[in-house]
Structure formats: C-alpha cells, structure tokens
C-alpha cells in the first residue's frame, strides 16, 4: 500500500494566483516528519518545507504553506502568489521516526507536474 | 559556497561496464544517500551512509556498490550486474540527528544512459 498518496498528476494554475497541492500520508507511527520539495526540470531537488507530526502549528516558508490535517493523515501544500518559475514538479515525502529496520530513508509520492499559465 | 556537487551531469555507458558516480558536499553533514529516481516515480534509496567507513542498503542495492571514506564523498558504482541502469541518481546528505525532522538536501543529480 502507497504510504505517501499524491492524487494530481497535473495541475495548472494562473500566475499570482494561490494553489494547492494535496498530499495524504499512511503511517501508525506517532512521530514522523513529512517534508516538500520541488523539482524543476533542470532535476535537482529543492527543500521547499517540512511539518512535523509534534508541531501545533502549521509551517510557513515565505510563499509555501502547508496545511496539516493530522487526524485526516493531509499535509497540502499551498503555493501563494504563483510565479513562473514555480512550474515544476513537487513531491511530498515522509519519514517515520527511528525505529530498527526502517533505514531513515524518506518515502516518496509520484509527484505532482505544476504548470504555472501567464 | 556550501552544497552538494554531482559530477557528471551527462553520463554515458556501454552495456557490460562498471561506472562511478562522484557526489561531493561541504555542507559538514554526517550522512549521506543514493537515491535513483525513473521516470513518473518518485525516488528509490539504493545506499545510505550514517558515518564515515560505514553504510548500509536501501531498497534496491543489488547492482550498485558504495564507498565513504572520507565525510565529504560518497561515491556510487554502477556494476554490470545491474540489469536496468540507464535512470537519474541523486545524491543527498543531512546532519543526522537520528529523528524524524532531520532534512535531506540534494545534487543536481547524473542522468546515467547505458548505450
């Protein structure tokens, strides 16, 4: 089963317009972190934002925010003010807390392609 | 400048050889990570090292081979015996502090193709 779940493969938006992202996550873990990153075409990939799962409040990056809906396993990212260079693609990722056997690696979503219209 | 470097960014491979990928960072951090990332998927850990002289497998080792011998480098093998090759590796480090809020930061990643 899919532990990160991002359901839009594609989205468009207009320029100076907010959008958001979604990202829905499966873990019985109680302390984990989920992080986003973009990735244009150029392919390096850039830490935009992290949320954690002890947080109370939801994390703010200038124009990147995201809404974090624990009890609904939902953490969105909402791009404010789109600008052409935010066409790329964006994935969401978790990592669980340490436990033996789960190698610190971060777990992937498919990625959503975001293409930003003047 | 503080980062990770990944060098080459173009890499071209006839079937049958072994090749290196180089991946550099000044960023002073203690782990470091192989991810291969196909395309329409999100990326897969092929190594990851906690500290120096040490590393362990990730999801899809078989074919791949790691070194770290020293804290800034971490270079990744492609063997022959790795069936399907031809993807984008990234590599990333991060400070390690052993939880979850401990952030991985990336290269700008090598486009390996095997001719």
């Known amino acids: 089963a899919q532990k990160i779940t991002q359901t839009q493969p594609g989205m468009f938006v207009q320029e100076k317009e907010a959008v958001t992202l979604d990202c829905t996550y499966d873990t019985s873990d109680p302390s984990y972190g989920l992080f986003w990153y973009k990735q244009p075409s150029s392919g390096e990939m850039i830490f935009l934002i992290y949320?954690?799962?002890?947080d109370q409040q939801n994390a703010t990056e200038g124009r990147y925010s995201l809404n974090f809906q624990k009890a609904r396993k939902s953490a969105n990212l909402v791009i404010s003010a789109s600008q052409l260079g935010d066409s790329a693609m964006y994935f969401c990722?978790?990592?669980?807390?340490?436990?033996?056997?789960?190698?610190?690696?971060?777990?992937w979503g498919l990625g959503t392609s975001l293409a930003v219209n003047p | 400048d503080g980062g990770i470097t990944q060098s080459p960014k173009y890499l071209f491979r006839k079937e049958g050889q072994n090749v290196t990928l180089s991946c550099e960072q000044n960023l002073n951090h203690d782990a470091m990570y192989w991810y291969r990332q196909d395309p329409g998927q999100g990326l897969r850990l092929i190594y990851y090292?906690?500290?120096?002289?040490?590393?362990q497998k990730g999801d899809i080792a078989e074919g791949y081979s790691v070194s770290r011998e020293k804290k800034e480098s971490f270079p990744l093998t492609v063997t022959s015996a790795q069936k399907n090759p031809t993807a984008f590796y990234l590599c990333a480090s991060s400070m390690e502090r052993g939880i979850s809020t401990d952030t991985q930061y990336f290269g700008p990643g090598t486009r390996l193709t095997v001719l």
């Open positions: 990722a978790m990592r669980e807390g340490y436990n033996a056997g789960n190698n610190r690696k971060l777990i």
């Open positions: 949320q954690g799962s002890y």
């Open positions: 090292s906690q500290i120096v002289n040490d590393f």
